[in-house]
C-alpha cells in the first residue's frame, strides 16, 4: 500500500527514523454501551502491542438515564485486566475538548485512532483528527457498520472524518462507498470484519428467545420463567420462549404449564444435533444460556452466529465471554436480572456482533499500518 505523497506532508517532524510507538484511542466511555464495550476491547489488544491512552468522550452525560442495561460479560472481564495503561476524559464543551485532545496526544504518540458509531453525536471526531495531525500522528478512523439504513451508516460520516489518513469501516460495500466519494486524494478507506455489526437476520415483529438450560436444573428453569413471566401482559403476544433443556424430573413440564405466560413458551426436552442448535441459534432474537462450560457447545455456536446472548450464572465472572461484545451476564438466582439482561438483548436483535479473536486481528492491522508508513517514508528519503 502507498501513501500518498500529497496526504503525508501533515507529519511535519515525522521522519522515517521516527520511533514513536505509543496509540491514542478515542470514543465512548460507557461499559454498559457496545460502542463503549467496543472500545475497551480495541484498546486491550492494543496494549498487547504497545502503549495505549484511552480517551472517553461522553457528549451526553444523561444518556443512560432511564434506560436499563445488562452488564458485559467482555467488559467483566476486561475490567480485571491490568496494564492497559492510563485513561483521559474529555469535557462536554467543544471549545475545551479540543484543547485537552491536544494535551492528551503526547509528543511519544504516534497513532491516534477515533471510533465512530453512526447514529450518535460524532462531530468531536474532527477537533480529534486535527489535533493527531498537528501533533505529527497517523490518525485512523474505526467506524462500526450497522445494519442498513439512512441514518446509521458510515457513508453519513463522511464529512466528519474526511481529514483523516485512514478510515476502517466493517462493511465492503460502505468502504467502496466512502472510497468513491472521497476520491483520488482523500484518505485510504478499507473495511475490516471487526467492525461489521450489521445483516445477522432482518427485524421481525415476533420476539423469539431460546433458553438452553442444563439437565433437571430447576432452579435455573424457575428463574428464567419468572423473568419471561414480567413481560406485561399487553405485549406478551410479541414475545415466544423456547425451552431446551432435557429433564428426567416430571416437575420440569409442570412448572411451564403453571408459569404465567405458559402459552408463550414451548419445551424441547430432547438432545439437538450441531445443525439443528445452529439453526435454532440462526432463528432466535436472543438467547439464554444457563452456565456454560468454557467448551460449551452452545455457547461457541452463538458467539459464531454473532448473536446477543445471556449468561445465567451463580459466579461473579463466568470463565466465558472473553472478548464477546455480545456476550451479557445476568444473575442466576435473580429473576429481574435476568428480565433486564433479556430485555436489553432483545434491543440488539438487529446487530451481528464479531467474533473476539477480531479484536486482535485489528490491532494488528493498526501497528502494522504504522509500520508501514514508517517503511515508506523511509524509501522517500533514500530516493
Known amino acids: 500500500m502507498l501513501w500518498r505523497a500529497e496526504e503525508s506532508t501533515h507529519l511535519g517532524s515525522v521522519t522515517a527514523n521516527d520511533s514513536r510507538r505509543a496509540v491514542v484511542v478515542a470514543g465512548p466511555g460507557s461499559s454498559l454501551t457496545v460502542p463503549g464495550i467496543i472500545v475497551s476491547e480495541i484498546v486491550q489488544n492494543l496494549a498487547k502491542f504497545t502503549q495505549v491512552t484511552r480517551v472517553v468522550v461522553d457528549s451526553n452525560p444523561d444518556s443512560m438515564t432511564g434506560l436499563h442495561r445488562a452488564t458485559s460479560l467482555a467488559a467483566a472481564h476486561g ?3 491490568i496494564g492497559v495503561g492510563s485513561q483521559g476524559r474529555v469535557p462536554i464543551g467543544s471549545r475545551f475538548r ?17 471510533y465512530a458509531w453512526p447514529g450518535i453525536d460524532n462531530a ?8 493527531g495531525r498537528t501533533a505529527g500522528a497517523l490518525t485512523v478512523v474505526a467506524c462500526a457498520s450497522l445494519p442498513k439504513s439512512n441514518r446509521a451508516r458510515a457513508e453519513s460520516l463522511a464529512g466528519i472524518v474526511a481529514d483523516a489518513d485512514v478510515i476502517l469501516v466493517g462493511d465492503e460495500s460502505e468502504a467502496k462507498g466512502l472510497a468513491s466519494a472521497y476520491g483520488r ?25 431460546t433458553a438452553f438450560v442444563p439437565k433437571d436444573d430447576g432452579g435455573s428453569l424457575a428463574t428464567l420463567l419468572a423473568a419471561f413471566d414480567a413481560i406485561p401482559e399487553a405485549s406478551i403476544n410479541a414475545y415466544t420462549l423456547q425451552i431446551v433443556m432435557r429433564h428426567d424430573d416430571l416437575s420440569v413440564p409442570k412448572m411451564i404449564a403453571e408459569s404465567y405466560h405458559t402459552k408463550h413458551v414451548e419445551l424441547i426436552g430432547e438432545n439437538v444435533s450441531s445443525v439443528e442448535l445452529l439453526e435454532l441459534c440462526t432463528a432466535s432474537s436472543a438467547l439464554s444460556i444457563a452456565e456454560p462450560t468454557v467448551d460449551s457447545r452452545v455457547y461457541s455456536t452463538a458467539v459464531a452466529v454473532g448473536i446477543a446472548t445471556v449468561v445465567l450464572s451463580e459466579q ?33 436483535a438487529g446487530l451481528r456482533f464479531p467474533s473476539p ?8 492491522r493498526i501497528v502494522g499500518e504504522r509500520q508501514r508508513e514508517h517503511l515508506e517514508l523511509k524509501l522517500s528519503v533514500e530516493a
Open 98 to 114: 479540543a484543547q485537552d485532545f491536544l494535551d492528551l496526544i503526547g509528543p511519544d504518540v504516534g497513532t491516534v485512532v477515533a
Open 357 to 364: 479473536e477480531s479484536w486482535a486481528e485489528f490491532a494488528q
Open 316 to 348: 461473579r465472572l463466568p470463565k466465558v465471554g472473553y472478548g464477546y461484545v455480545g456476550g451479557f451476564l445476568a444473575d442466576r438466582n435473580r429473576p429481574v436480572s435476568v428480565h433486564v439482561a433479556l430485555i436489553h438483548a432483545l434491543r440488539l
Open 124 to 131: 468531536w471526531i474532527r477537533q480529534f483528527i486535527r489535533a
Open 79 to 81: 475490567a480485571v485486566n
Open 185 to 209: 486524494y482523500g484518505p485510504i478507506v478499507e473495511s475490516h470484519r471487526a467492525l461489521s455489526l450489521g445483516g445477522r437476520r432482518e427485524q421481525v415483529s415476533n420476539q423469539q428467545i
